[in-house]
Antibody, heavy 123, light 106 residues
Framework: QVTLKESGPGILQPSHTLSLTCSFSGFSLSTYGMGVSWIRQPSGKGLEWLASIWWNGNTYNNPSLKSRLTVSKDTSNNQAFLKVTSVDTADTATYYC???????????????WGQGVMVTVSS | DIVLTQSPALAVSLGQRATISCRASESVRSSMHWYQQKSGQQPKLLIYGASNLASGVPARFSGSGSGTDFTFTIDPVEADDIATYYCQQSRNDPLTFGSGTKLEIK
């Protein structure tokens, strides 16, 4: 059974760095074909894919966030991480991590999602 | 970026068919997937690869289409289906989602 759970600071100030952790079970990020993605959703709005990381360490980032995103993993502890630098109020959202299926080595779809963690950027 | 266009809302009577469309700004072949998000919950995968039913999803749900025009169908609609439905493409980076269609019961 695949489960994922996000954790994070809850609230942080503008210009700071957001650090999120995704703790998962039921699969290993060292196994061929496994991936974890981050998706966010501002309150009352739609979904935005942010980044994905694969079993082999390859990463894919959404160019709209330019170089602000860093995604990484700790295979031995079954965790994935997302860092977003220089946050502002537009980064206020619920952040989800999701188990990701690949197609041709790229993220394809998200078949298991965590419950999400709400992040508020405010001074 | 590929833009996915969905109608904002759809009202259907219980027991009837609900059809939700998603139009892509360019061809995504069959790289289209559908999610259900109930209020206060995380999204749930229903359909992947345009027409493949995800594990454990009832056969009342189905998907079709290819290229730029896709359809998601619930037949028959049940009260528990009240939710927002999103399409998502994975043909090109960045992966993008439609703005969602809110299903309401008449």
């Amino acid at each position: 059974q695949v489960t994922l759970k996000e954790s994070g600071p809850g609230i942080l100030q503008p210009s700071h760095t957001l650090s999120l952790t995704c703790s998962f079970s039921g699969f290993s990020l060292s196994t061929y074909g496994m991936g974890v993605s981050w998706i966010r959703q501002p309150s009352g709005k739609g979904l935005e894919w942010l980044a994905s990381i694969w079993w082999n360490g390859n990463t894919y980032n959404n160019p709209s966030l330019k170089s602000r995103l860093t995604v990484s993993k700790d295979t031995s502890n079954n965790q994935a991480f997302l860092k977003v630098t220089s946050v502002d109020t537009a980064d206020t959202a619920t952040y989800y991590c999701a188990h990701t299926r690949g197609g041709g080595g790229r993220p394809y779809y998200f078949d298991y999602w965590g419950q999400g963690v709400m992040v508020t950027v405010s001074s | 970026d590929i833009v996915l266009t969905q109608s904002p809302a759809l009202a259907v009577s219980l027991g009837q068919r609900a059809t939700i469309s998603c139009r892509a700004s360019e061809s995504v072949r069959s790289s289209m997937h559908w999610y259900q998000q109930k209020s206060g919950q995380q999204p749930k995968l229903l359909i992947y690869g345009a027409s493949n039913l995800a594990s454990g999803v009832p056969a009342r749900f189905s998907g079709s289409g290819s290229g730029t025009d896709f359809t998601f169908t619930i037949d028959p609609v049940e009260a528990d289906d009240i939710a927002t439905y999103y399409c998502q493409q994975s043909r090109n980076d960045p992966l993008t989602f439609g703005s969602g269609t809110k299903l309401e019961i008449k």
